[in-house]
């Protein structure tokens, strides 16, 4: 990943995982999350019209990824848009490649430690770790022991009230990713984000 978008990151602590039922919440679920600081933002393949609300909240001047990429059509539609990075669950064949060829990084979803070294050795500077729900932080110490400059993003089951946001940078994770427990505009109104999205900020960056 290209450092700027690595420290942005880094900087954010956590990543708002968007899947939404359509691309009009996606865009209001995001602005709302930027209304509390979050201007690192993941979209997902499983929201329709994505791609539309890549390039409207690009256009905005938030820095926005693209997830549960499977295929590197994904990528190259996401690079089209307007998205700096992409992200799996898994290390789907051809999309480390393809998102190099476009300019794109990606973040490969990786489970063992086998799967971690392997994505690292594919060219992925950030392994995302998921499901993050069955491991614990000190699954990712362990880790870190034996490959100390190892980046990763903590996704799955993560939960703003139960303190794992701290637990998981603490561990050394780059950042956390928060998908269904922020919710949704749909779900909770614009204020309701904001609300969940700040208390997630303030675990990530105590003051």
Request: some cysteine; proline content about 6%.
């Amino acid at each position: 990943m290209s450092e700027p978008v690595r420290k942005r990151i880094a900087g954010q602590g956590v990543v708002p995982v968007l899947r939404n039922a359509d691309a009009e919440d996606a865009v209001a679920t995001a602005r709302a999350a930027a209304a509390a600081g979050m201007s690192v933002i993941e979209l997902t393949c499983s929201t329709p019209g994505v791609e539309a609300a890549i390039a409207e909240l690009a256009g905005e001047g938030l820095t926005v990824g693209l997830g549960t990429v499977t295929e590197p059509g994904q990528v190259e539609r996401a690079a089209a848009a307007g998205a700096v990075f992409v992200v799996s669950f898994a290390a789907p064949p051809g999309v480390i490649e393809g998102a190099r060829e476009v300019g794109l990084e990606a973040i490969p979803g990786a489970f063992t430690p086998s799967e971690v070294l392997a994505a690292r050795r594919a060219g992925a500077a950030v392994v995302k770790l998921f499901p993050a729900r069955l491991l614990s932080p000190a699954y990712l110490r362990d880790l870190r022991a034996v490959m100390p400059d190892l980046q990763a993003i903590a996704t799955g089951g993560i939960a703003i009230d139960d303190g794992s946001i701290g637990e998981w940078l603490a561990a050394g994770a780059l950042a956390v990713g928060l998908g269904s427990d922020l919710g949704t505009v749909a779900e909770l109104g614009g204020d309701g984000v904001t609300r969940r999205a700040r208390e997630a900020l303030a675990q990530a960056q105590p003051a």
